[in-house]
């Protein structure tokens, strides 16, 4: 074995000197695009935000210090969008993870359509936002829009949903839970997958009845995925934007703005580039410090199963 | 029959029968149905309430604007749409920019991940690390530096500066690092053997057998870039040119209260993706379950 090795491409060092030379050409394509699209960006992100940097003038327009920070950290608006953006995140979250795990476990119990629930839950999640928006603009619109139409019917006086400062962070939120609670149904069904048949076969020799099935069984076993979904949603959530922007363009009157869209304002209508920056990086600490409480219990969960 | 002789006699005594268990299953199994059809009409029914809206005459919406059936059905919405609007070039500005997208971070993703799986080079746990960073930054981060950058090459209205920032992909290259550090190393020292270098061991030996991944990857960086929006909208100011989702955004400033024009432009912009996620389904849904990607 050693003397074949050695026969046809030279020596071993040479080989491994081509190896290395291999991998690096491999990576070399990536390594560019990171750098100047991923790396190269950041680093000149946190250099703005010490900056007086705005679009109006080229260049960094001298060395702000802290300010840029102590300015977000003791502005209402920076921490009102903050604040919008965590509200999303909070209304969001337990809709989206309770209501797609229940419909899973559902969808589990049942013999035949699975495919047809799979299809009807996940669809709207490919639609692009802006379409989302279109139509839920419609459905909201005050009077003749639908849902005012079925609540009057009901006896009942709807809301002024996207318009009324109380009522457009839930209208929004219940948007999005139509939108992408089929991405989190898809990752539960998934987990289900994993939990063999028999395992119910001998609880219910056991005599337990599908519903101590569901709580005693399904669910415990289903805690990894749980966790999973729950952080993948947490970050998403924090994410918001688009339908924000797009169905109440932050308002009335501010009183939805997201912290995202509050970069934008500052950031390229205000042209206060230095200060938008700064704005972002604390907005990145945050999302940061989510990923990372995520990626340390996933690394815990999956040493505990090795 | 099975069902009889697998059952327990002796215990049964003092558990509930098979058949109350049997009706107790078939109870619970039929709550989950209904529970489930009314949900299902609930995620149907605004696509549903798009298109019925479309179909109609304005005139008829301004007059019963909830009422869902209509006594003059008609495509006009369409064909104006497609007649006046930009439609058709929203569709081709999407189309390109998403294609090219997949076929770049599929090449680079896969070569990168690769290199990190299969090759040894001094260095390669610093790249790992590095790579595995860009992970925890949300692109909407770097949105105002990039901005800046691609305004300073003059790279702002081009197709480029959608797809050049999407390509280098941190979870591609971790799932094809995956796949790839999955095959057998013994195909690649044999390969050696048979004087094959480097490259061609990766793109005739490994990258076939990464078929999965190669799909998964394609079909979600495709429906990423299609759905985009916020970067897209800073860089895409000329209406010819925009994404899909960005010229939708503007539909609404520009159709007013039109609701069969903007119901048609919404439809129309399901549509393609809807489409695809019909023919793949199947692969989608496993794409989703084995890699958790597409969180956005």
């Given amino acids: 074995m050693t003397a074949l090795r050695t026969v046809p491409a030279g020596t071993g060092s040479g080989r491994r000197r081509d190896e290395a030379r291999s991998g690096w050409l491999l990576l070399a394509p990536f390594a560019l695009l990171y750098l100047a699209f991923l790396i190269g960006p950041t680093i000149y992100g946190l250099v703005l935000s010490f900056s007086n940097a705005s679009v109006v003038h080229s260049g960094l327009r001298g060395f702000a210090g802290a300010g840029n920070y102590l300015e977000a950290l003791t502005s209402t608006d920076f921490w009102s969008s903050m604040w919008h953006t965590a509200l999303f995140t909070v209304l969001t979250t337990p809709p989206l993870v309770v209501l797609a795990l229940v419909l899973a476990v559902f969808v589990n119990r049942i013999r035949t359509h699975r495919w047809f629930f799979r299809l009807v839950f996940f669809a709207p999640y490919v639609i692009p936002s802006s379409a989302v928006a279109l139509i839920w603009t419609w459905l909201y619109t005050p009077q003749i829009g639908l849902w005012d139409s079925w609540l009057a019917a009901l006896g009942l006086a709807a809301p002024n949903w996207l318009a009324d400062p109380n009522w457009a962070m839930a209208s929004v939120a219940l948007t999005t839970v139509w939108w992408t609670l089929g991405f989190n149904f898809v990752l539960f069904l998934a987990g289900l997958q994993d939990i063999p048949r028999e395992l119910y076969e001998a609880a219910a020799v056991d005599g337990a009845g599908p519903w101590q099935q569901v709580r005693r069984l399904t669910v415990p076993l289903l805690s990894r995925t749980t966790v999973l979904v729950l952080m993948l949603q947490i970050i998403a959530s924090l994410k918001i934007f688009d339908q924000i922007f797009l169905m109440t363009q932050g308002g009335p009157n501010y009183a939805t703005r997201p912290v995202i869209e509050y970069i934008y304002d500052i950031g390229f209508t205000d042209y206060r580039t230095g200060y938008a920056a700064a704005v972002s990086m604390l907005y990145f600490v945050v999302v940061f410090a989510v990923s990372l409480v995520w990626f340390v219990a996933s690394r815990r969960a999956q040493r505990k199963v090795l | ?296």
């Avoid at chain 2, 090759?119 to 105002?144: D, E, H």
């Fill in chain 2, 1 to 296: 029959m099975a069902v009889t002789v697998l059952a327990p006699p002796a215990r049964a005594a003092n558990r509930p029968t098979a058949v109350g268990r049997d009706r107790r299953e078939l109870f619970f199994s039929a709550f989950c149905g209904s529970v489930l059809v009314v949900f299902a009409a609930i995620w149907v029914l605004p696509l549903l309430w798009a298109v019925d809206t479309s179909l109609k005459p304005e005139g008829e919406i301004a007059n019963h604007p909830t009422a869902w059936w209509s006594d003059n059905w008609t495509l006009d919405s369409y064909r104006s749409l497609l007649s006046q609007g930009h439609m058709l070039d929203w569709y081709l500005s999407s189309f390109v920019v998403a294609a090219l997208t997949v076929v770049l971070c599929v090449v680079v993703c896969s070569m990168a991940g690769m290199a990190i799986a299969r090759t040894r080079f001094p260095g390669r746990r610093v790249a790992f690390t590095v790579v595995a960073a860009g992970l925890f930054i949300p692109p909407q981060v770097l949105i105002l530096p990039l901005f800046q950058e691609f305004g300073l090459v003059h790279g702002l209205n081009t197709y480029w500066a959608l797809i050049l920032p999407a390509v280098p992909t941190s979870v591609a290259v971790l799932i094809f690092a995956s796949f790839f550090g999955g095959i057998p190393g013994e195909l690649a020292d044999s390969a050696q053997l048979d004087g094959a270098g480097w490259i061609r061991i990766y793109s005739r030996i490994y990258l076939p057998l990464t078929r999965p991944a190669i799909s998964a990857v394609s079909i979600f960086t495709f429906v990423w870039s299609w759905n985009n929006f916020l970067w897209p909208l800073l860089v895409m100011t000329n209406p010819r040119t925009m994404t899909l989702p960005v010229g939708l955004s503007q539909v609404s400033s520009a159709y007013g209260i039109q609701y069969a024009q903007l119901m048609a432009s919404a439809v129309l912009g399901a549509l393609p993706l809807l489409v695809v996620f019909l023919v793949f389904q199947r692969r989608i849904v496993e794409g989703v379950a084995t890699t958790g990607l597409g969180g956005q």
